[in-house]
């Protein structure tokens, strides 16, 4: 079946600009994870939600990110004034209820000239 | 902030050799994962320990868990040239959010 997929695959952007990362993840997966990974880093927590709830959006790292899920499925995670430090590539993942395991979309590669 | 540490940062084998990598963190877990990520995109799900076993299997795949020293392992036998990736460990503390380390970097060498 399909996995998860994200769009844009790269996504190029001039500083101050706003820009969308959307995420499909596998149908029926109530719960979505968004993360992001710098250069040569490991996976930094953004936000997570369960249906279209999100419990913890601790890891946002300003109020410049906020992140929405419509329908329990289909999410967006939106930069608003984009800075060079958010380039990075944004992870989507989801799973299903009372399973452990996440499942990886390819990501998107922001970056921020 | 990151959880788990892997060490080494980087590792370099033979083909058919074994690789072995670390993860140590620093708090309770619910279980610890292990992941694989190719060409710095998706990651894929290699193995899942929970905090009440002590070892497991799969495949060409073993992990460990010693919760009293915070630490597992991973040790991939017989490497092949597909296997070179990054290598991510992600420890569950809170039933959901996955905290990961930096990784070790394996290259296999045909």
């Known amino acids: 079946g399909a996995g998860v997929s994200q769009s844009p695959s790269n996504k190029v952007t001039e500083k101050g600009k706003d820009v969308e990362l959307r995420c499909d993840p596998i149908?029926?997966?109530?719960?979505l994870y968004w993360y992001r990974q710098s250069l040569g880093q490991g996976l930094e927590f953004l936000i997570y939600f369960q249906g279209n709830s999100a419990p913890d959006k601790s890891g946002l790292p300003s109020d410049r990110f906020s992140a929405e899920r419509t329908g329990g499925s289909v999410s967006t995670l939106t930069i608003q004034r984009t800075q060079q430090e958010d380039s990075a590539v944004y992870l989507c993942?989801?799973?299903?209820?009372?399973?452990?395991?996440?499942?990886f979309g390819p990501g998107t590669r922001l970056t921020v000239l | 902030s990151q959880q788990g540490e892997e060490d080494p940062q980087a590792l370099s084998i033979q083909e058919g050799e074994n690789a072995t990598m670390n993860c140590s963190y620093k708090?309770?877990?619910?279980?610890l994962q292990w992941y694989r990520q190719n060409s710095g995109r998706g990651l894929v799900h290699l193995i899942l320990i929970r905090s009440n076993e002590r070892e497991k299997h799969s495949g060409r795949l073993r992990v460990t868990l010693d919760t009293s020293k915070k630490s597992s392992s991973l040790l991939i036998t017989a490497s092949r040239a597909a296997d070179t990736a990054s290598y991510f460990c992600a420890t569950d503390a809170w039933g959901y959010k996955l905290s990961f380390g930096a990784g070790t970097t394996v290259t296999v060498r045909a």
């Open positions: 149908s029926g997966h109530t719960a």
């Open positions: 708090t309770s877990i619910n279980n």
């Open positions: 993942a989801s799973s299903p209820p009372r399973f452990d395991e996440q499942f």
